[in-house]
């Protein structure tokens, strides 16, 4: 696969759009939950607040990828609705079982998973092609991390399927993806919910929407007992990172959590609508604020 | 934002109602440094009216934390909402800040001078 032009080179020029430091949303790893941005985003949208940025992490770089493309929050949603299916982790790569269980016979490296990627990479393909971050009406970054190091990676450039596939490259489920000849797997791995990206790219308002990972109410495989033990992990890094980041940044960080009173699972994509209207309903209490900040805080 | 003080023996409790963010943090620092410059450092935060915090908000919390527990007092919360609450989880402010139900329960919490 050809990745040379997904960079991670913080110094490269983004998106067509300058950056004028103002607003920025941050959509954090969830699944389906992060549909709820697109109700932020239609809150947005009809209160006529611009955002100048937009930062996905997991499944986040989903729905933060068609909102930089430029689509309106209907469309938003058609598309990642028929991209984020149960179906998705439904095709076992057996071949990896094999090299779980005899890893001296089949062999066993670092690219592994147990799940066949073929659909999803079909699904991007069909939704984005070939289109790049430079297509991007609004700035975007996309979040992954570095299989070997850990680190943040923050892609800005380059095909937005490699991104996006790196950034919700599920550990166990999904293989880690490969760009610019960096081994990258889930975002959420290095940081839930990215609020740092938009620091450092000099915003000042920042709406982000995060999500706790769920915990198993029964753990009845060990497919369960290893998500159980991300969502402790997961969850605890969220917080950590988040307090740190609200605490360092100069000016306000706004945190859009819905309330969800439905159980939603990983892939309760018929649950969209409802988890829409619940992101709308969380951003739309925070507008008469952030009309308020927006006219007080100074243009970067 | 609306602040009030109400000196309840050895304790001060400091009601606020309304939302704490970027626009009203300032308020409530002045409002929290002038009773810790005065010697109130038991320091009870009333929060059944507060219907928001930011980040800013918490800066605030913080800052105001550090400076009475470095006076010798301590911050606490009392009634905080649903709501609000689930940001100072999500920021793990409930891991370093005392929460107690209502203002009676966070004023009995701190020991009499005596004690």
């Known amino acids: 696969m050809d990745t040379s032009s997904v960079a991670r080179d913080p110094s490269l020029p983004h998106a067509p759009r300058a950056t004028r430091g103002r607003v920025a949303l941050v959509i954090g790893s969830g699944s389906v939950k992060c549909a709820a941005a697109l109700g932020a985003y239609r809150a947005l949208q009809r209160e006529g607040i611009d955002v100048d940025m937009v930062v996905g992490c997991s499944a986040g770089s989903l729905f933060a990828s068609v909102m930089a493309l430029g689509y309106d929050p209907e469309t938003c949603a058609r598309m990642a609705s028929g991209l984020w299916t149960k179906d998705l982790t439904s095709q076992p790569d057996r071949r990896a079982l094999l090299r779980a269980a005899f890893p001296r016979l089949f062999g066993f490296d670092a690219h592994w998973g147990l799940r066949n990627d073929a659909r999803i990479m079909r699904r991007m393909e069909e939704t984005y092609g070939d289109r790049t971050f430079a297509d991007a009406r609004i700035p975007l970054f996309i979040t992954a991390t570095d299989f070997h190091t850990g680190e943040q990676v923050v892609l800005r450039s380059g095909r937005l399927v490699d991104a996006i596939r790196a950034s919700i490259a599920i550990p166990f489920a999904f293989r880690p993806h490969e760009v610019d000849g960096r081994l990258l797997i889930d975002g959420f791995m290095s940081d839930p919910l990215p609020v740092g990206v938009a620091i450092r790219e000099g915003a000042n308002v920042i709406v982000a929407i995060g999500f706790e990972s769920p915990y198993q109410s029964r753990v009845t495989s060990a497919g369960r007992f290893a998500f159980q033990l991300s969502s402790i992990m997961t969850n605890n890094l969220l917080k950590a990172s988040f307090a740190f980041h609200g605490l360092a940044h100069h000016s306000e960080v706004i945190a859009v959590i819905p309330r969800f009173e439905q159980r939603i699972r990983l892939f309760d994509t018929a649950k969209m609508p409802y988890i829409i209207d619940e992101g709308e309903r969380a951003m739309t209490e925070q507008v008469p604020y952030l009309r308020r900040l927006l006219a007080a805080v100074p243009a970067a | ?115």
């Open chain 2, 1 to 115: 934002m609306e602040i009030t003080i109400d000196q309840r023996a050895h304790v001060t409790v400091v009601a606020v109602a309304g939302s704490i963010d970027a626009l009203t943090a300032d308020a409530l620092v002045r409002a929290m440094g002038e009773q810790m410059h005065a010697g109130n450092t038991r320091l009870v935060a009333a929060f059944d009216g507060v219907e928001y915090t930011s980040s800013a908000g918490l800066r605030v919390l913080l800052a105001t934390l550090k400076e009475a527990r470095q006076r010798g007092g301590d911050l606490r919360l009392a009634a905080v909402q649903e709501r609000v609450l689930r940001v100072l989880d999500l920021s793990g402010f409930t891991s370093i800040l005392k929460c107690y139900p209502d203002v009676g329960a966070a004023v009995a919490s701190f020991p009499s001078h005596h004690s």
